[in-house]
């Protein structure tokens, strides 16, 4: 099998894959920049599906806050839009919020527990349902190992480093 990175043919000798990528964490900085109140809340706003009445009551909020400022209020509204295409799915009882979909690579899960987040790519087989299922899987493996487990997040490199 080959795979085209960056433009280059890349022969890999197995097809199943598994990522883990973008441990990050969030901040309290990131959640008063976003006006939320909560980890969960935040992430949602990356990956949740607005029903049509969270979308109305959220634009209407926009709208009052913004109509002073018509490019603000236009980039707004675009965003708000594009929530409306999310195409992630969520899985309950994984972390504090999980959500995935399915793409040309595989599967593509996020996780929160507490204020960390992170995402695995997964492809073990060309269907969604058992790949998916692998994939919670090593989801679950990893919060095994971090229960317990003090995250420390420096916004500053601490003076022993």
Same mark, same amino acid.
């Given at each position: 099998?080959?795979?085209?990175?960056?433009?280059?043919?890349?022969?890999?000798?197995?097809?199943?894959?598994?990522?883990?990528?973008?441990?990050?964490?969030?901040?309290?900085?990131?959640?008063?920049?976003?006006?939320?109140?909560?980890?969960?809340?935040?992430?949602?706003?990356?990956?949740?599906?607005?029903?049509?009445?969270?979308?109305?009551?959220?634009?209407?909020?926009?709208?009052?806050?913004?109509?002073?400022?018509?490019?603000?209020?236009?980039?707004?509204?675009?965003?708000?839009?594009?929530?409306?295409?999310?195409?992630?799915?969520?899985?309950?009882?994984?972390?504090?919020?999980?959500? !995935?979909? !399915?793409?040309?690579?595989?599967?593509?899960?996020?996780?929160?527990?507490?204020?960390?987040?992170?995402?695995?790519?997964?492809?073990?087989?060309?269907?969604?349902?058992?790949?998916?299922?692998?994939?919670?899987?090593?989801?679950?493996?990893?919060?095994?190992?971090?229960?317990?487990?003090? !995250?420390?997040?420096?916004?500053?490199?601490?003076?022993?480093?």
């Amino acid at each position: 099998m080959e795979k085209v990175i960056a433009g280059r043919k890349i022969k890999l000798s197995n097809p199943n894959q598994v990522i883990i990528k973008l441990l990050d964490f969030y901040t309290d900085e990131d959640l008063e920049r976003n006006e939320q109140k909560s980890a969960i809340d935040l992430f949602d706003m990356g990956y949740k599906k607005l029903s049509q009445e969270e979308y109305n009551e959220i634009l209407s909020n926009i709208e009052k806050r913004l109509g002073d400022k018509p490019k603000d209020l236009s980039r707004a509204k675009k965003m708000m839009k594009s929530r409306m295409d999310f195409t992630h799915k969520p899985i309950d009882n994984l972390g504090d919020r999980a959500y !995935w979909k !399915w793409n040309d690579y595989g599967i593509e899960l996020v996780v929160l527990t507490g204020k960390a987040r992170f995402t695995i790519l997964s492809k073990t087989n060309g269907e969604p349902e058992i790949s998916l299922d692998h994939t919670i899987h090593f989801a679950k493996e990893i919060l095994s190992k971090c229960e317990g487990k003090k !995250w420390v997040f420096y916004s500053v490199l601490p003076d022993f480093l």
